[in-house]
């Protein structure tokens, strides 16, 4: 066990790191950094709503995680596959869920850094007004644990295809399709022809529903699992992903 | 001496109808080098990957140092040192970083790390490079990265695709003499098509063809097959060509003699000996006793590229 935490947190490192090695890092905070601003700000009209809280902040979150998120988790495997090294990591003393693992929680702190960096809007909003700051804490939880569900569905994709653009695009459409399912218009459109069942049932699947629970302060223990058990079921065919593909 | 490899019968197929592999077993001692010979396409890569673990075999398993790599992969993987084909490293790591991610995967710290770091940049030669990126880096030290990274940890196993693939004759020279010296108190397996090297470090050649082993042992053993090896090979004036021909004729260990070329100055004899048997000395010595002027002499030795080539194709078709 000991061996194993180790060898988590020695492969997380090692990603983190990579992350900063290229300009991609410096690129993704800056316009993850703008682009929560300028949701919240303009098309959120943040001063002008005359409410001291980030309601307009966090309910861009899922639509700025279809695009970035993926854009994080696509390197993860896709790189490792095409530049071989996938052979180097898997004859290392290491297990297949362990380098899985470590893999994500370095993407995960990637996107949490990403997060930490807004905290002027959450200062601002404190010093413009008095907001629930209670309500702001679950609201940033929940869209890091949203973060890490589209997260464990990018990284699982990643390791499908050597490719990263396509890595991006797939990821990118599943999770569009995660967000999408609690829509009325989807909703609508499978209400016309299939069974009850299956209608709620994709709507229970909506990250859009689920996170909106969360920002608006409830804590729903029912959406927390949703989110972790979304991200275990992802990472662990990550895992089978690794294993059959890692050859070819 | 003990066996720290023992594969057997690993088989790989890939899509249902290519066999990479089929049905390779090979031990190899402390002290052995183990030259992994084959065409391309082969199957050496896939034996070795399923040797390291990396590949799942569809049959049989390999042994490393008692640990079976299927049912204790951890154990037998801390086992070996493997260099992969091409040398995949992170490229935008420098080799400083990248050795230190290593050896605290291979589970060092501290002192030990900063020793087992500066003697694996010591012997591979990295000195002048460590804080670049090894995506900058020239074939040639890109390959000594992999070669560090693989030492690093100073396994008893040795495996490594292709060491020196790419690389010049300088660098050739260093990898083989970095193997030469590890050789005593490692089991070390190293796939090539280069077959000088082969004679200049391996003890052992194993060829495989079509994911079958077609021939195992020394690389004397192999050479052995090329029908000319041990011939004695003479250059006689044309006068003395009648006499010499009667002289190697009644020695007993010479199955044949032959004229290879006549030309104007000097005639082409070549004695093939019964069973590989060494003649030259006996040849040289009655020559001499009969007054039989001898302008050249010497044995000729088999073409390892003779060899191989017979063996894997002459098999082909069967």
Known sequence: MQDTLENIWIIAKREFAAYFATPLAGVFLTIFVALTGAFTFYIGDFFTRGQADLFPFFAYHPWLYLILVPAVAMRLWAEERKNGTIELLM????????????????????????????LPIWITVNVLGDPDNGIILTSYLGSLLMAGAFLSIGSFISALTK???????????????????????????????????????????????????ISR??????????????IVFALFANVIAVDQKKAA | MTVLVEASGLRKVFGNTIVAADGISLAVKKGEVLGFLGPNGAGKSTTMKMITGFLEPDAGTS????????????????????????????????????????????????????????????????EGVLDQRIETLSK?????????????????????????????????????????????????????????????????????NRGRIVADGTAEDLMRRVPYHGAVAL???????????????????IAKVETVSKSEGAVQLRAIPKDGKAIATEVAARLREKS???????????????????????????
């Open chain 1, 163 to 213: 490719n990263q653009v396509i890595a991006f695009i797939l990821a990118a459409t599943v999770c569009f399709i995660f967000v999408m399912s609690g829509m009325e218009m989807v909703q609508n459109t499978l209400r016309a022809w299939a069974p009850e069942w299956v209608t709620s049932a994709v709507s229970a699947m909506s990250f859009l529903a689920h996170f909106e629970q």
């Open chain 2, 63 to 126: 042994i490393i140092c008692g640990h079976d790599i299927q049912n204790e992969p951890k154990r037998a993987k801390s086992k070996i040192g493997y260099l992969p084909e091409g040398a995949p490293a992170y490229g935008e790591m420098t080799p400083a970083s990248f050795l230190a991610f290593i050896a605290e995967i291979r589970g060092f710290s501290g002192d030990a790390q900063k020793i087992r770091i500066a003697a694996a940049i010591d012997k591979a030669g990295l």
């Open chain 2, 235 to 253: 250059r006689i004036a044309p006068a003395k060509a009648g006499a010499a021909k009667e002289v190697l004729s009644s020695i007993g260990d």
């Open chain 1, 91 to 118: 004859t290392l003393p290491v297990s297949p869920a362990e380098a899985i693992l470590g893999k994500f929680f370095a993407a995960w702190a990637f996107v949490g850094l990403a997060l930490l960096l807004t």
């Open chain 1, 217 to 230: 302060g409830v804590v729903s223990l029912q959406s927390i699992i949703f989110f972790l058990s979304l």
């Open chain 2, 140 to 208: 040639g030290y890109k390959r000594r990265v992999g070669l560090a990274q693989a030492i690093l940890h100073d396994p008893p196993v040795l495996i490594m695709d292709e060491p020196t693939d790419g690389l010049d004759p300088n660098q050739k020279h260093h990898v083989r003499n970095l193997i030469r010296e590890m050789a005593p108190d490692k089991a070390i397996i190293v796939s090539t098509h280069i077959l000088e090297e082969v004679e200049a470090v391996c003890s052992r050649a194993v060829v495989i």
């Open chain 2, 292 to 318: 039989v002027p001898v302008e050249e002499l010497f044995v000729e030795r088999g073409k390892l590229d003779d060899v191989f080539r017979q063996i894997t194709t002459t098999r082909e078709g069967a």
